[in-house]
């Protein structure tokens, strides 16, 4: 199993990036997927989850308008549109597959019911 984030980087306040998880090992239609993120000297915080079937999306506050998770099962990747960055996006940004039977859905935002956890992806937002 590997998973690989990539598409982090610098960006100005208001400004945009699509973060991609690229998977291999398994697939990224059989398990419900998340975004996590963590500042420095933060905890570990769920970003957004789409569940096993695709049809479900969930994000946190923060971000609820700005972020989009979606999938692509041809090219076994996940991805994250992030829109109207802020400062306060600035965090690692990780990729977490569900190893839970029952989904995670009504705990998505808790890191115990993932997995395979890629090294992460800087996003820095700043002028």
């Known amino acids: 199993v590997q998973v690989v984030e990539s598409g982090g980087g610098l960006v100005q306040p208001g400004g945009s990036l699509r973060l991609t998880c690229t998977i291999s090992g398994f697939s990224v239609i059989d398990y419900g997927m998340a975004w996590f993120r963590q500042a420095p000297g933060k905890g570990r915080e769920g970003v957004g989850y789409i569940t096993r079937g695709g049809t479900v999306t969930l994000y946190a506050d923060s971000v609820k308008g700005r972020f989009t998770i979606s999938r692509d099962g041809a090219r076994n990747t996940l991805y994250l549109q992030m829109n109207d960055l802020k400062p306060e996006d600035t965090a690692m940004y990780h990729c977490?597959?569900?190893?839970?039977?029952?989904?995670?859905?009504?705990?998505?935002?808790?890191?115990?019911?993932?997995?395979?956890w890629g090294q992460g992806t800087q996003v820095t937002v700043s002028s």
């Open positions: 977490a597959s569900c190893h839970l039977g029952n989904g995670c859905a009504l705990n998505w935002q808790s890191e115990s019911g993932f997995e395979n």
